[in-house]
């Protein structure tokens, strides 16, 4: 099974930058799709950006669309979120999961099998 390691979270000024990693263990990265969730305070689970087993294809919410951008090294297993010009809203835990489809990006949580613990994104206004 594929153990999944956020880090790179952290707390930052409104209009500034992060970038999240997801490290994983174990035979299946390359296989398959990987997706970045994010959970706010009081707020449900919700997809962030996914990518296709190659890199290929990425997708995003539209509430990022433009302002993070998902990418992945198969070579050394991680996942990546660049997240530019944040706000305040974008302030969640965000989650690394691992898909279930090597060319489908799901967007519900039940599409994704392994998830990371999660790393804590702050933006002060």
């Known amino acids: 099974q594929v153990q999944l390691v956020e880090s790179g979270g952290g707390l930052v000024q409104a209009g500034g930058s992060l970038r999240l990693s997801c490290a994983a263990s174990?035979?299946?990265?390359?296989?398959?799709?990987m997706g970045w969730f994010r959970q706010g305070p009081g707020k449900e689970r919700e997809f962030v950006a996914g990518?296709?087993?190659?890199?290929?294809?990425?997708y995003y919410a539209d509430s990022v669309k433009g302002r993070f951008t998902i990418s992945r090294d198969n070579a050394i297993a991680k996942v990546y979120l660049q997240m530019n010009s944040l706000n305040p809203e974008d302030t969640a835990v965000y989650y690394c999961?691992?898909?279930?489809?090597?060319?489908?990006?799901?967007?519900?949580?039940?599409?994704?099998?392994?998830w990371g613990q999660g790393t804590q994104v702050t933006v002060s206004s």
């Open positions: 990518v296709t087993r190659t890199g290929g294809t990425t």
């Open positions: 174990g035979r299946t990265f390359s296989s398959v799709g």
């Open positions: 999961a691992q898909g279930k489809s090597p060319l489908r990006i799901g967007l519900t949580q039940n599409e994704y099998s392994n």
